[in-house]
């Protein structure tokens, strides 16, 4: 690990401040399964869909018909999704942000893998871009598994069991840890 923190030097691992809760994981839920332009157009459109370019709250996701969803390109599954997310967030099981800011990791993946079409990786990704949190290691990760196999020469990707027993000499830095082996991955491209 060391050679590959020298090789890439300082993290620059970016969170966004701003977003709400609710705002990470409807644009989450948009960029499942889809390349980054891909998914980002839709974004574009699901806002555009409701007069604006910023996120659409809870309330207009919730009231919107499926066919405005639909033809802003999310899939059916998407779009029940997209609403149980906006109607869980205006029952209050969604936290505000500081109401996220004070729950623990293990209790915002109970709380919010509750929404459908959302999971324990979608939630990990929220609590270290969103929530900026410090060991966080997403043991079902594909870039961190196959970032750890190259890093540390194996020709097998660690199973997530094996991953958490090794990455716990990373505590409590395991979200830079999981920054660097996706980087990993970006020098092998290079290569």
Known sequence: MARLIREVGPCRLTIAPRQ???QALLESVVYQQLTGKAAATIYARVCASFGSRRCPGPEKIA???EELLRAAGLSRSKVAAVKDLAQKSLAGEIPTRR???KLSDSELVERLTSVRGIGTWTVEMFLIFTLGRPDVLPLD???VRKGFARTFGREVLPKPKEL?????KWR??????SWYLWRALELEAKS
Do not use: H, K
């Open 63 to 65: 009231d919107a018909p």
């Open 20 to 22: 709400t809760p609710y």
């Open 172 to 177: 409590p830095y395991r979200t830079a840890a």
């Open 164 to 168: 958490l027993a090794l990455g716990e």
């Open 141 to 143: 990760d594909y870039g």
């Open 99 to 101: 109401a996220a800011e």
